[in-house]
């Protein structure tokens, strides 16, 4: 653990974006930029030699003199990501910063933020709960519970392999970790109907090359098994596609065994989804 001055020390090469901006309302729009750098001792001419390449770079050059109450949310924001750019950080700490914004703002805002850490090099850490943030700009993601940290890895392994139940809770939006209803229901149709009674309900999850294999015509051409699809979706992390199926296979036993060791040397995850059977209650009838 750091002691006082070290973390004291630590905290200069620390830039904050706040949740909810944290503006001077008195002072302009260069003025909430140029603060942190005047309370450092800087000269007026250092400061703008600072201040107008950021105000540049988040695109509010136009907006300099204007003040809080006269710009918009995003544009808090950017005035925010300046401010916290401008003392020269090591690591840009952002705390919620787009949770007050509408979605196409978020984007924007998250936008910028990739472009900082490209173009400055600069280590960006967002804390967040919303999950289709961490999807969009993160490369890296830690999951904490209690205070401790749970899980981590690249977004595309945490995202496609959760290993906890915080995170299979927390990446549902992205990835529902559960199949519809009717999906369920339909397959307790086909076997009550005795139809492909022997089939299994399996759930393929894939990531990167294997998205664009065509796995699925393999396995019916190589072991001669039905493959329905019930459910799915693909999406996409920083390029890397990823996704998920609900297939319904039948066909011999030993076929489908060997289908799914296939799928697997595929890189494709393959889980059997075992239906309990519906137990209806039962209704009196009045004499």
Known sequence: ALGDAELRAARRDIGMIFQHFNLLSSRTVYGNVALPLELAGMDK??????VNPLLELVGLSALADRYPAQISGGQKQRVGIARALASRPQVLLSDEATSALDPETTRSILALLRQVNKELGLTVVLITHQMQVIKQVADRVAVIEA???????????????????????????????ELPASVLDHVRGLRAGGVRTGGRLLRLAYAGESAYLPILSQLIRDYGVELSILHGQIDEIQGEAFGSLAVYASGQASDLDAAVQSLRASGVQVAEVLLAPVIEEPVALEA
């Open 45 to 50: 001419a250092a400061i703008r030699e600072r």
């Open 147 to 177: 205070g401790r940290i749970v899980e981590q890895g690249d977004v595309l392994e945490v995202f496609t392999r959760p290993q906890q139940p915080i995170t299979r809770s927390l990446i549902d939006e992205i990835v529902p970790q």
